[in-house]
């Protein structure tokens, strides 16, 4: 059933560039738990011991927040096919923010996408697969446009005003950068 890795297979990487979904989780030394479901075209595979994943816009901002306090971070993996996996990808991340150099190279991973806020790189110690014998099988009818509308809509200005009155703080009252 369950293995442990030390890092990513090629049949891991083939799995998680195949899943439209994936789920992110980090916690503070002290607060609430974060678990969020992501998606769009924002999750890269740099080698078998390193993801990015684009960080877009949110009503939150708790990853950021968290790994201030706590590095560490988990990325999941949910087969919803016919062949069932679940895959946790555990370590260490680091926040990247457009102001910071590392962005130009690290941004160049993912199409120029409005609303991006950061770039969240985790190094991995350690994966985990099991079964996933109890996830349903799901079919995806399409990616939701809703939050480049949103972002359209906004504008560039709008975005930024957005981020300083809603992203700046966590639920917990922690600074975001």
Not at 32 to 37: F, G, R
Not at 58 to 73: F, I, K, P, Q, V
Not at 149 to 167: F, L, M, P, S, V
Request: with cysteine.
């Amino acid at each position: 059933m369950g293995r442990l890795f030390e890092a990513l297979t090629e049949s891991h990487i083939t799995f998680i560039r195949q899943q439209p979904v994936f789920f992110v989780a980090t916690a503070p030394s002290e607060g609430h738990i974060n678990l969020s479901p992501k998606g769009l075209d924002s999750l890269r595979v740099l080698s078998p011991s390193r993801i990015l994943w684009l960080n877009l816009t949110g009503s939150g901002n708790e990853t950021a927040a968290h790994l201030l306090e706590d590095a560490r971070m988990t990325i999941m993996f949910c087969s919803f096919g016919a062949k069932p996996l679940i895959l946790r990808s555990y370590g260490t991340a680091s926040v990247i923010h457009p102001d910071e150099s590392e962005w130009e190279v690290l941004s160049s991973h993912f199409p120029e996408q409005d609303g991006s806020r950061q770039i969240i790189d985790l190094k991995i110690d350690l994966v985990h697969s099991s079964c996933g014998f109890g996830v349903p099988r799901m079919e995806l009818i399409e990616e939701r446009k809703l939050l480049d509308e949103w972002i359209d809509k906004k504008g560039e200005a709008g975005i930024r005003q957005y981020w300083a009155e809603k992203n700046q703080i966590s639920m917990d009252g922690k600074p975001t950068r």
